[in-house]
């Protein structure tokens, strides 16, 4: 799973959890930016160590990479443009906050596929390795063992272990988000640090 893939799948996931009517309905570049995918509350998920490494990546995925997007032609061409350049910028991607993307039907499709299995750990064929699974109650005590699969890759995990990191995708199982604001939130925590809702009873 690359930066790209891992994007969509946390965007899906994020839009699952709080804007589920954005799985069928239409949404802006800006919604991405300010509400279902924030950098600051998803770059630990996301695995981007800065915000440019982040616009990059979702300007990437607004120009229809890999079907997981439906955009505009205008979205497509200026900003696949703007990543064929010898210096790509970054920002540019905020000229486009107005513009609306809607997920891909079959690609929201292929993540709710069961896994196939292979003897690898090579998932960068199609998004229908990936199985977004029903999320554990965010800041639950309970050793991420305690489920059967990896929610970000439907991997089988290891019986009767606290894990810390998925072995097939080494995706951190331990962050959660807030369902309030979506602020990161370790196992075992009541409350949400950035807002103070409880995020487990």
Wanted: proline content about 8%; hydrophobic content about 35%; glycine content about 6%.
């Amino acid at each position: 799973m690359d930066a790209l893939d891992r994007m969509f799948h946390t965007l899906v996931r994020s839009i699952r959890d709080r804007f589920p009517a954005y799985l069928t309905a239409p949404f802006s570049v800006s919604d991405i930016h300010q509400a279902i995918l924030p950098y600051r509350h998803f770059r630990r998920e996301l695995g981007l160590d800065t915000n440019q490494e982040y616009e990059l990546i979702l300007m990437e995925l607004l120009t229809g990479a890999r079907g997981y997007l439906d955009v505009d032609e205008r979205l497509r061409d200026q900003l696949g443009k703007e990543l064929l350049s010898a210096s790509p910028e970054p920002s540019r991607v905020r000229e486009f906050a107005d513009a609306h993307v809607a997920i891909n039907p079959a690609a929201l499709a292929a993540l709710a596929t069961p896994p196939v299995p292979s003897g690898g750990r090579d998932s960068a064929v199609t998004p229908a390795r990936v199985s977004i699974l029903p999320r554990s109650t965010p800041g639950s005590s309970q050793p991420a063992s305690a489920t059967s699969t990896c929610r970000y890759c439907g991997g089988d995990l290891p019986p009767g272990r606290t894990l810390h990191y998925c072995p097939h995708c080494g995706q951190n199982l331990q962050i959660r988000n807030c369902p309030a604001c979506g602020a990161e939130v370790e196992a075992g925590w009541r409350f949400c640090v950035a807002c103070g809702k409880a995020v487990s009873s």
